[in-house]
């Protein structure tokens, strides 16, 4: 069987144009050069986020529910959050956890990093791994509406096959920790 050797990104940039300008996105046009095509498409820039898998000592996972707006339901959910103008990945990942839930993690392990929807959005999603928590303090910002719940993790897994859970990133942040990092 042959190696996979991804294709390179060929496409040259030929015009953008910034049309949408918000608080946490924007939204541009481009149009890119592939050899005699030309190729139009519209982007939305948010910036990157990380998502955070909380365990705590006694094995359950620190979820919260949320209002989402967009769709209109209050989804299940791991914590997390844009990161901030120069922030670290893991650094935004420890404020994020503390801040939705009121928990420090001693320990935060990067196990994956995704994109959210790479056909339109930019997005880069780091999903880290949090241990030895320490209960402490929530600072939710003043437009979040967020409920904490720790349920065992089996519960988490009929949730997660009952679809009670459906959100991109938690989802593969939880199927990736129930297949390769559970049992190590």
Known sequence: MKEFKPREFDY??????TVYQGKRLKVEELEYQNGEKKIYREHVIPGDAAV???????GSIIMIQEPRTAIGKVVLGLP?????QGEKEEQGAVRELEEETGYYAHQMKKIREIYSSAGYCSEKISIFLATDLEKTQRHLDETEDIQVVELPIQEVKELLEKNEISTASTTIALLYYFLYEQNN
């Open 52 to 58: 955070i898998l909380p365990i705590t000592k006694e």
């Open 12 to 17: 040259q940039l030929i015009n953008r144009k």
């Open 80 to 84: 997390a959050g844009q990161l901030e």
